[in-house]
């Protein structure tokens, strides 16, 4: 499996869409998602060039969003 790209904030809150979240609020250079089922927020720094790779991985954890669904989503195999 590919090292595990870093991403901007655009795409993985395209990325947090496609999996159902929506943007609640945002606080400061935070946007807050929340998830449709279990109403766990997930915050997301906006207008960043890229999000570092582990803050990645936290986030797609906390939005129980697997690696090859992320890959899968960006079109990396």
Known sequence: ????????????EELLAHFGFHLD??????GIWVSPTDRELIPVQRNKQSIPRGTLRAI??????????ALKFWGIR
């Open 1 to 12: 499996m590919p090292r595990f790209p870093a991403r901007s904030s655009r795409q993985v």
């Open 25 to 30: 609020r945002v606080r400061g250079s935070h």
């Open 60 to 69: 797609l954890r906390d939005a129980r969003i697997t690696r090859a669904q």
